[in-house]
């Protein structure tokens, strides 16, 4: 039984919040399987990018 992947981590208007929510969605990762694990540094990547993004633009 495969255990379906968490969508992305919801955006918040607070930078280090987001990077919070971010890193959470590796919680468990290890109990995945191993083909999931690409997927899922994808998604912390794009909302760690965003929340970069956002933090030097000021929040905005």
Do not use: I, N
Not at 15 to 20: F, G, R, S, T
Not at 27 to 56: I, K, N, Q
């Amino acid at each position: 039984m495969t255990v379906p992947m968490p969508g992305p981590p919801p955006r918040t208007a607070d930078p280090l919040d987001a990077v919070q929510q971010a890193v959470s969605a590796l919680e468990g990762l290890a109990d995945r399987p191993l083909g999931e694990h690409v997927e899922a540094y994808e998604r912390v990547h794009t909302a760690l990018s965003d929340a970069l993004a956002a933090g030097s633009s000021g929040g905005a």
